[in-house]
């Protein structure tokens, strides 16, 4: 059982949550709305990231079938995000709270430079007590660049700002140790980082309304609790899920239990990056053994024996050893060329600086 006290923290709703049978469940969200409201004036921080934007321009605005499903997405996710935080003004405006609306992409978590003025953004909002609500900005997403689901955002968000906690809200009350419904099979109520072989549990199906599915907010789960972050998943649908695991009161949830550590902001950054890496460093034995050891140890040239695919300094690449196998992300103080022109050679400079490199768990 959670015994912390949360100063700030992350609320993901899913579509599944907000969706009624014809829209969005204005008595859902009013409710949620009146948790989150609690918890403000208890002076908590709340980073609120929201679906059902798209579900909400579905039910709408319908369009016939020759229309392609992307551009179907987009519509519905211009139209919906209006109504979607229309109704969310005006909820919260009866708590005396102002929301206001930050809408992003995969791609602006890519740049450090874009990164740190999201952050900066979503700060000043924290600051002057107001309640940022962040969704993908699906109308300009494309298919290769979108999040797996807001899951995978919110995991992104709640790293980015350092918060207490995240909690993952979906249709269901946590990660099950079977097939929910069958005899005996109940949720798991604690995992931990090192546990293994919970993922043979998960159904990859995914929501009717969603992208993502349970398997999305296991992985998600877990790299945010490496990272020192607890998070919870449950169920939205429940009354008062919000406050009751705030206020630890006995509720049905899984949390996923964090390591004690907690990443600085580079490295945070570096640990959500994968899919943004622009090429491969692959390292010999002892290059390996040094970066894995206790100690802050920088990557250097001499240490590297190929250099695969194009890339520019600043960008980020991926490690590997000779085997194939991923050891961690870094940033590149040098490009492709100038980096296989100094190989296995010393240099003024590593590739990558320990401060701007994350290995893997």
């Keep these: ?71 179907a997405r987009q519509l519905w996710s211009a139209i919906g995000q209006v109504k979607m935080m229309n109704t969310y003004s005006e909820y919260f405006d009866k708590h005396g709270i102002t929301c206001a609306q930050v809408l992003t992409t995969k791609e602006n978590f890519s740049d450090r430079k874009h990164y740190l003025n999201m952050k900066n953004c979503i700060s000043t909002m924290l600051e002057y007590n107001v309640l940022p609500i962040v969704n993908e900005n699906d109308t300009i997403s494309v298919t290769e660049l979108m999040f797996t689901d807001n899951d995978e955002l919110s995991g992104l968000i709640s790293s980015m700002m350092d918060c207490d906690a995240l909690l993952i809200l979906s249709n269901v009350n946590g990660i099950y140790n079977g097939t929910p419904g069958e005899e005996g099979v109940s949720v798991i109520p604690e995992i931990s980082v090192a546990d293994e072989n919970f993922e043979s549990f998960i159904s990859t199906q995914k929501s009717g309304f969603g992208r993502g599915g349970m398997h999305t907010k296991f992985s998600v789960a877990r790299k945010i609790a490496i990272e020192g972050i607890p998070v919870f998943i449950a169920n939205g649908k429940v009354d008062n899920i919000i406050t009751d695991i705030v206020h630890h009161r006995k509720v049905v949830f899984t949390l996923f239990r964090p390591n004690g550590k907690r990443l600085k902001s580079n490295k945070k950054w570096l640990a959500h990056s994968t899919s943004f890496a622009k090429g491969i460093v692959v390292v010999n034995d002892g290059a390996k053994t040094a970066l894995l050891r206790e100690g802050a140890n920088s990557l250097l040239l001499i240490g590297v024996v190929e250099i695969k695919g194009y890339f520019e300094k600043g960008d980020i690449i991926r490690i590997q050893d000779e085997q194939g196998n991923s050891l961690g ?33």
């Design 1 to 71: 059982m959670h015994t912390r006290k949360f100063k700030r923290i992350a609320v993901k709703i899913g579509s599944n949550v907000l969706a009624g049978a014809s829209g969005l469940d204005f008595v859902r969200i009013a409710h949620l709305v009146d948790q989150i409201s609690s918890l403000k004036k208890e002076g908590i921080e709340v980073v609120l990231i929201s679906s059902g934007a798209v579900a909400s321009g579905r039910s709408a605005f319908p369009v016939e079938n020759r229309i392609d499903t992307v551009s």
């Design 329 to 361: 992300l870094g940033k590149a103080q040098y490009d492709s060329d100038t980096a296989i022109e100094f190989i296995g050679k010393k240099a003024e400079k590593p590739l990558i600086y320990y401060d701007y490199m994350y290995l893997n768990e």
